[in-house]
């Protein structure tokens, strides 16, 4: 039976669940009540903590039991305005309450009765009382409202983010394909990554293409068709901070090791096999450190202009000059940059490559990528790099191919020599007189190349 002053209590909750909702995580909130008095007070935070764990009802009990001295509640009460999942039914019986009240019910993952019944699991070796439906049409209502404004907009922009309107990327040349968003990878937090995704699931190759600073996905436009025409699967990510994905407002948002947390995410999410990295730039400095975690994904490497920054070898001249050019000119002209290196570009392809960035606060990746590769030994991302570059050197079992910009002012063929003689089984560069930095730009020849160099 309920007591009398349950729906008080439950308010409290409701309370808790708003904070939640505000905060772009699902509203549900939880009290725990005892003595006639709230000890402790939880709201979902998965998205905001990392954490799959932090449900309401968890964060509560975590909270109570801080409180007390105690991981037994007894005399307690807890109130939720969901019915609770088996998880946190499960630690509900562990913590002994009294009492669970808990508001609506939840038809998919409800462990109260709606799905399974943990409470009146007779093998269980401790009763608590349940009580639902307490101020159930309130706390269904906010649910349902906060579940309409996601479908109408599944990815909300974050309010310490930028996100470039679509109309930028309107009748760019030689960019046909349509965008794919995701925006619940758990090192994501709420942010929309785009990528491209094309061809069959199932292809007998996956070229995973990583662009660098200050480039984007539209890099490998080239590329795209002919690995397609050979019946396989590319996917293009854009990092945040660059291309169609959101666009952080602070520069130290940026770090090495939460883009690479981003991509490894990103490649579990997609289930990518059969892999072939197709990097560049910093795309090499972050993805030549991805088949660390999972080597059995990735088949080959097509690296070009790239490198491994180790902490413990000297940075090339090359690239000390470009990052003293950003810190003196940090908006400087990515039209500008890429006609530059790359004369036999129109205008309207130029101009695309700054279609991300309309203004100076959708650039604040641009200036901080140029400081962010790792210079030292105890800075972030060496010790990932030196970690990849033995697996490279001793453990890589698949095909490489090396290509070098002869152009390149920042790395081209010497730095590629170096890469390649940590690559076990790579035949020398391929070094092309013409390109410049951004290889890629060449790409048809390449990929043509490629194609052959790392059929199955």
């Known amino acids: ?38 000890i402790a007070a939880g709201r979902n935070a998965p998205i905001g903590a990392h954490d799959p764990t932090a449900h309401a009802e968890v964060v509560a009990l975590r909270a109570a039991a801080g409180q007390l001295g105690n991981y037994r509640l007894n005399g307690c009460t807890l109130y939720v305005t969901l019915e609770p999942c088996a998880m946190c039914v499960g630690a509900m019986l562990h913590a002994r309450l009294d009492r669970v009240v808990f508001g609506a019910p939840d038809p998919r993952t409800g462990a109260a009765g709606s799905v399974l019944d943990l409470f009146g699991e007779p093998r269980l070796n401790h009763r608590t009382q349940v009580h639902g439906g307490v101020l159930a049409d309130d706390c269904g209502a906010l649910l349902r409202g906060f579940f309409k404004l996601r479908r109408v907009n599944p990815s909300p922009l974050r309010d310490d983010a930028l996100r470039t309107p679509d109309a930028a990327f309107e009748h760019l040349p030689d960019y046909p394909w349509p965008p794919r968003y995701v925006s619940d990878l758990p090192a994501l937090g709420g942010w929309r990554l785009h990528h491209l995704d094309e061809g069959p699931p199932d292809a007998p190759l996956t070229w995973l293409c990583l662009h660098g600073n200050p480039s984007w996905s539209y890099l490998y436009r080239r590329m795209v068709p002919v690995f397609t025409a050979a019946g396989h699967r590319v996917v293009a990510p854009d990092l945040i901070g660059f291309g169609k994905s959101d666009k952080p407002k602070k520069e130290d948002a940026h770090g090495f090791a939460f883009h690479r947390q981003v991509l490894l995410e990103l490649v579990e999410r997609l289930d990518l096999r059969r892999v072939v990295l197709v990097v560049q730039d910093w795309g090499g400095l972050l993805g030549l450190t991805l088949p660390l975690a999972a080597p059995g994904r990735y088949h080959g490497l097509l690296a070009m202009n790239t490198m491994l920054a180790t902490g413990d070898t000297p940075l090339p001249p090359g690239f000390a000059a470009w990052r003293e050019m950003c810190a003196r000119n940090p908006a400087f002209d990515i039209a500008r940059l890429l006609a530059r290196g790359n004369p036999h570009l129109g205008a309207a392809e130029c101009a695309a490559y700054g279609a991300p960035f309309p203004d100076a606060g959708h650039r604040a990746a641009t200036r901080a990528f140029p400081r962010l590769l790792p210079e030292h030994s105890g800075d972030d991302g060496a010790a990932v790099s030196r970690a990849a570059r033995d697996f490279w050197r001793q ?39 013409q390109a410049g930095h951004f290889v890629p730009e060449h790409g048809r020849e390449i990929a043509e190349r490629a194609v052959a160099h790392f059929a199955p």
């Open 1 to 38: 039976m309920p007591a009398a002053d349950d729906t008080h209590w439950m308010r409290h909750a409701l309370t808790q669940a708003r904070a939640a909702a505000d905060a772009g995580e699902v509203p549900v909130g939880a009290v725990v009540v005892r003595d006639g008095r709230v």
């Open 395 to 433: 453990r890589w079992q698949g095909c490489g191919l090396v290509v070098a910009g002869a152009r390149d002012p920042v790395l081209g063929e010497p730095a590629m020599r170096a890469l390649q003689a940590d690559i076990q089984g790579c035949p020398p560069p391929w070094v092309l007189p």
